[in-house]
């Protein structure tokens, strides 16, 4: 587990879960945000498709890490070249989530992700420890869009694909909320013969609206009562960041110093923000000794422009 990403302090409602439909051979997982999510969106002001884009990303990067093992970091992934240019999601194993989209200026994007445009390339991401904690772990998968009209529908044909296992997949978001429910039927398990057939019909009634509206738990209990449903595990969910001193050292670092020095010329000092959290780290040019392992020389000239 990474050690940088915070412990979480929910807000209240802000969990993530698991159950199983027993006698129908269904597991499920759930995910619902609410003061972690209206956290995430103040710190950058995104139009109303781009918020309920981010939003179904970061419910579906929180159920994902329910689903699958995860000991550091599972992250949602879309690229593409059109009014949306990137949209991180990510959750951390320990309940953290966070999340930004780019978008061209005065853009919004697309609900449907077949509209987003042909190279538009959409991954997620498993980031394990390793032997070597400098060295983590990483593990992509690809996801074909083909003519999805949502996020949900793209996973749900990928889940289908890769674990070749019948899936269902519902994400919703507004300014408010982001939530996700997902259901899959267990391996080698049948469960009465209309099992699938039966809780998917009930999985239909569940429209997007009553899914940002309704806690989990109730939400469980108002679908699928009738199949007897065992709740796992519950875990909070909280807003959480992972940059820190050391890693925008790091990145500075990367640059070199004639791009550090190019910086500070205007001010004495580069100045950086966190586009995740806001948090903002100022670095003045005494510190390039710290930095590049050479004396501050504050009156050296500085190259004309950035490299």
Not at 11 to 21: K, P
Not at 44 to 61: F, Q
Not at 291 to 307: H, M, Y
């Amino acid at each position: 587990m990474d050690t940088n990403s915070p412990s979480p302090v929910p807000a209240a409602g802000d969990l993530r879960g698991r159950f199983l439909l027993p006698a129908a051979g269904v597991r499920g997982v759930y995910v619902r945000l609410a003061g972690s999510w209206r956290e995430l969106l103040s710190h950058a002001a995104y139009p109303s498709g781009a918020t309920a884009l981010l939003g179904e990303a970061v419910a579906a990067a929180a159920l994902f890490t329910s689903h699958v093992k995860v000991d550091g970091r599972l992250s949602v992934q879309l690229r593409a070249s059109g009014p949306l240019r990137s949209l991180f999601a990510e959750c951390t194993a320990a309940g953290t989530v966070r999340g930004i989209a780019r978008l061209e200026d005065g853009a919004d994007a697309p609900r449907a992700p077949s509209q987003l445009g042909e190279d538009t390339l959409l991954a997620v991401t498993v980031e394990n420890p390793g032997l070597d904690p400098r060295e983590p772990l990483r593990y992509q998968s690809l996801v074909a869009l083909g003519g999805a009209e949502s996020l949900a529908e793209a996973f749900e044909d990928y889940f289908r694909q890769s674990e070749q296992l019948p899936t269902r997949l519902l994400l919703a978001a507004d300014g408010e909320h982001a939530a996700g429910l997902m259901l899959q039927k267990l391996p080698g398990e049948e469960g009465d013969a209309d099992a699938w057939n039966r809780v998917g019909a009930l999985f239909e009634t569940l429209g997007e609206a009553e899914l940002l509206a309704t806690p989990p738990r109730l939400l469980v209990h108002r679908l699928f009562h009738e199949e007897d449903p065992q709740l796992l595990e519950e875990h909070a969910v909280a807003f959480g960041c992972s940059c820190s001193v050391e890693r925008v050292e790091g990145m500075l670092r990367s640059l070199g110093e004639e791009e550090f020095r190019a910086a500070a010329a205007a001010t004495g000092q580069v100045d950086v923000r966190c586009e995740f959290c806001g948090r903002e780290y100022h670095f003045p040019l005494d510190r390039i000794g710290v930095l590049f392992g050479s004396p501050a020389q504050p009156n050296a000239p500085a190259p004309e422009r950035l490299q």
